[in-house]
């Protein structure tokens, strides 16, 4: 990554901030229901990890003589207080709690899937997964972490060997498993918002993540 700041460092700052958005989302959603015990859970975990993103430039906030380290510092924060926060709200207060966290991930993808939809092509598979890209968190441009294995007009497929998320949530005793499954539902509303002609398929076999964008 480069030592100057970019558009690339902005490209992924912005995807930090969605990650933090839907976090913040989830938190609303469950004060509404819970109250105030939500609100000391989650303070507890900013405490622990880190508070949001401040609302401002990223030229306000970056260290410019270390953008790498401070960007992947950032992932750490979001992601580790994300995993441990669910983990322990999904423990803690049973009931509609997932059911409350997971519409705010429906919500949030189907949301990006608009916007992508209006500010992106997104006629093709290839489209779809390229603009994908610009939105959902899988750490730093350098991890290279998707493997495409397949690429038609009509069809792009790709696998994860090594997942970034895990060290999150195996680090808090969190079910990965519950991530995957909301991470899917992100991305098949995100899908679809882009383009309805399109579906999103999601497998996990032998410690491997199986995407495919495919046309209906």
């Not at 899988?138 to 397949?150: A, H």
Request: charge should be negative.
């Amino acid at each position: 990554m480069s030592r100057f700041l970019g558009p690339i460092h902005h490209w992924l700052y912005n995807k930090i901030a969605l990650h933090e958005e839907l976090e913040k989302n989830i938190l609303n959603s469950l004060e509404q229901k819970y109250g105030m015990e939500i609100t000391q859970t989650h303070d507890y975990f900013l405490n622990k990890y880190g508070d949001f993103l401040e609302d401002k430039p990223l030229e306000e906030l970056i260290d410019t003589n270390n953008i790498h380290g401070w960007l992947q510092n950032r992932i750490n924060i979001a992601e580790g207080r994300f995993a441990d926060f669910v983990t322990t709200v999904l423990t803690k207060f049973q009931g509609e709690t997932f059911s409350i966290i997971e519409k705010e991930f429906e919500r949030q993808g189907t949301e990006c899937g608009k916007d992508a939809k209006d500010k992106y092509e997104v006629s093709s598979a290839p489209d779809i997964y390229k603009a994908l890209n610009n939105y959902i968190l899988d750490g730093m441009p350098c991890d290279n972490v998707n493997n495409v294995v397949k690429t038609e007009a009509n069809e792009l497929e790709w696998k994860v060997t090594n997942c970034l998320h895990k060290k999150y949530w195996t680090s808090v005793n969190g079910d990965l498993d519950i991530y995957y499954n909301l991470r899917s539902i992100w991305t098949e509303k995100f899908v679809e918002n882009a383009n309805n002609d399109y579906n999103y398929e999601f497998k996990f076999e032998s410690n491997v993540l199986k995407h495919k964008i495919i046309s209906k």
